[in-house]
């Protein structure tokens, strides 16, 4: 059978950055809403809860699903509570397509729980694939599901990929944007601020994230991100310095040709694609004007300065757990730099620090939320 387009959707993770543009898509596209989940912002849940009218919602604080309920007292919407709500509403029947957009490993479990077979997953969940790459794909395979991946690169490579044999692959590109401190050494990079690494370039996301793509950790966990998802070695996935963020990655072939995916740097688009494949539908972006486009650069990595792709490739190397063990020292570390209690550089410093220490063993799910747990309380109590 044939995938059909998204119809009724859920949106784990609704009240994020990658959640609230998923919604701005299905108003665009005129999708249900089936469930929708978040953290702790009842307020924002409570306003999406009243314009989309999903049978559930779902918020993992108990306090905050409690004021929620409150709030849709006068209307027919369940609510749900807890981790165990937002795993309920991710398995929730009625929803051909899944957003998964709850960002750092509490998405993990949702992201399993969502997997029914001939079901759509649109996975914006970068921990999913990072700490749990194996155990997710299998299961998606297992459970006869399609992923399709919401992350803007994986959705360029993945559409740059569609109808190829997977032996004509030479390498897949990752580009970055470089960040706010392109071109800074070491000695710069040391005084940086939480507020100067919070100022984003191009892209308008969270502050973990945008953090991460200071460090050029984003990309990292995007090297491995891709690994898993494409099944391509670590050796064979380059990264290159891209600042304009309108080409959206690329996969060069062994035959010598490449191709690459362009558009505005918007996140609807990437996601609007996971909602549509495998058709496209016109989106509310300005049509692209390439008479006008400004020229497009490419560098190579300062790796001296960001030693986060070395750090991805050591974790891929070292296997097992050992990506989860980069995610959560990272995770921490990133927490404790915005606290302005570590310095900028420390963040690389403590995440390979417990790369180093944290053994990478295992495979299973609770190897993985151990190795997490074992990773933060690393890096916290080195203090
Ligand atoms: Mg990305």
Same mark, same amino acid.
């Given at each position: 059978?044939?995938? @059909?387009?998204?119809?009724?959707?859920?949106?784990?993770?609704?009240?994020?950055?990658?959640?609230?543009?998923?919604?701005?898509?299905?108003?665009?596209?005129? $999708?249900?809403?089936?469930?929708?989940?978040?953290? /702790?912002?009842?307020?924002?849940?409570?306003? @999406?809860? %009243?314009? *989309?009218?999903?049978?559930?919602?779902?918020?993992?604080?108990?306090?905050?699903? /409690?004021?929620?309920?409150?709030?849709?007292?006068?209307?027919?919407?369940?609510?749900?509570?807890?981790?165990?709500?937002?795993?309920?509403?991710?398995?929730?029947?009625?929803?051909?397509?899944?957003?998964?957009?709850?960002?750092?490993?509490?998405?993990?479990?949702?992201?399993?729980?969502? $997997?029914?077979? !001939?079901?759509?997953?649109? $996975?914006?969940?970068?921990?999913?694939?990072?700490?749990?790459?194996? $155990?997710?794909?299998?299961?998606?395979?297992?459970?006869?599901?399609?992923?399709?991946?919401?992350?803007?690169?994986?959705?360029?490579?993945? @559409?740059?990929? %569609?109808?190829?044999?997977?032996?004509?692959?030479?390498?897949?590109?990752?580009?970055?944007?470089? !960040?706010?401190? *392109?071109?800074?050494?070491?000695?710069?990079?040391?005084?940086?601020?939480? #507020?100067?690494?919070?100022?984003?370039?191009?892209?308008?996301?969270?502050?973990?994230?945008?953090?991460?793509?200071?460090?050029?950790?984003?990309?990292?966990?995007?090297?491995?991100?891709?690994?898993?998802?494409?099944?391509?070695?670590?050796? %064979?996935?380059?990264?290159?310095?891209?600042? @304009?963020?309108?080409?959206?990655?690329?996969?060069?072939?062994?035959? !010598?040709?490449?191709?690459?995916?362009? !558009? =505005?740097?918007?996140?609807?688009?990437?996601?609007?694609?996971?909602?549509?494949? =495998?058709?496209?539908?016109?989106?509310?972006?300005?049509?692209?004007?390439?008479?006008?486009?400004?020229?497009?650069?490419?560098?190579?990595?300062?790796?001296?300065?960001? =030693?986060?792709?070395?750090?991805?490739?050591?974790?891929?190397?070292?296997?097992?757990?050992?990506?989860?063990?980069?995610?959560?020292?990272?995770?921490?570390?990133?927490?404790?730099?915005?606290?302005?209690?570590?310095?900028?550089?420390?963040?690389?410093?403590?995440?390979?620090?417990?790369?180093?220490?944290?053994? =990478?063993?295992?495979?299973?799910?609770?190897?993985?939320?151990?190795?997490?747990?074992? #990773? %933060?309380?690393?890096?916290?109590?080195?203090?």
């Amino acid at each position: 059978m044939t995938l @059909q387009p998204a119809r009724r959707v859920s949106v784990l993770g609704a009240t994020g950055s990658v959640g609230v543009q998923t919604l701005a898509v299905l108003s665009h596209l005129g $999708l249900a809403a089936v469930c929708l989940t978040g953290g /702790r912002n009842s307020r924002l849940l409570e306003t @999406q809860a %009243r314009q *989309f009218a999903p049978q559930a919602v779902a918020l993992s604080d108990p306090d905050a699903a /409690r004021d929620l309920k409150i709030r849709l007292a006068d209307t027919s919407v369940a609510v749900l509570s807890g981790p165990e709500g937002i795993c309920e509403a991710a398995a929730c029947e009625a929803a051909d397509t899944v957003v998964a957009a709850i960002s750092g490993l509490a998405g993990l479990r949702p992201v399993l729980a969502a $997997l029914r077979p !001939g079901r759509r997953l649109a $996975l914006a969940n970068k921990e999913a694939l990072v700490c749990a790459g194996a $155990l997710v794909t299998a299961a998606v395979r297992a459970q006869g599901c399609t992923l399709l991946p919401v992350d803007s690169e994986h959705s360029a490579l993945f @559409q740059c990929l %569609r109808g190829e044999d997977p032996s004509s692959v030479e390498r897949l590109v990752l580009t970055a944007s470089g !960040g706010p401190f *392109f071109g800074l050494d070491r000695d710069a990079l040391r005084r940086v601020t939480p #507020a100067q690494a919070l100022a984003h370039p191009t892209w308008r996301m969270g502050p973990k994230i945008t953090v991460d793509s200071a460090t050029l950790m984003n990309k990292a966990l995007e090297c491995l991100e891709a690994m898993y998802l494409f099944s391509v070695p670590m050796a %064979r996935i380059e990264v290159v310095v891209h600042r @304009q963020s309108i080409v959206h990655s690329m996969v060069v072939f062994r035959d !010598g040709a490449t191709v690459a995916q362009l !558009g =505005p740097p918007d996140m609807r688009l990437p996601i609007q694609y996971a909602l549509t494949f =495998p058709v496209r539908m016109p989106s509310p972006l300005p049509p692209s004007d390439w008479a006008a486009a400004p020229a497009l650069t490419f560098a190579p990595p300062d790796e001296d300065a960001f =030693p986060a792709l070395a750090l991805a490739r050591e974790a891929a190397a070292r296997g097992g757990t050992a990506p989860a063990v980069l995610s959560g020292a990272n995770e921490a570390a990133v927490s404790l730099f915005l606290a302005g209690e570590i310095g900028f550089l420390d963040i690389a410093a403590r995440t390979a620090a417990a790369l180093a220490a944290v053994p =990478p063993d295992g495979g299973s799910l609770e190897d993985i939320l151990e190795a997490d747990r074992a #990773a %933060r309380a690393f890096v916290r109590a080195r203090r």
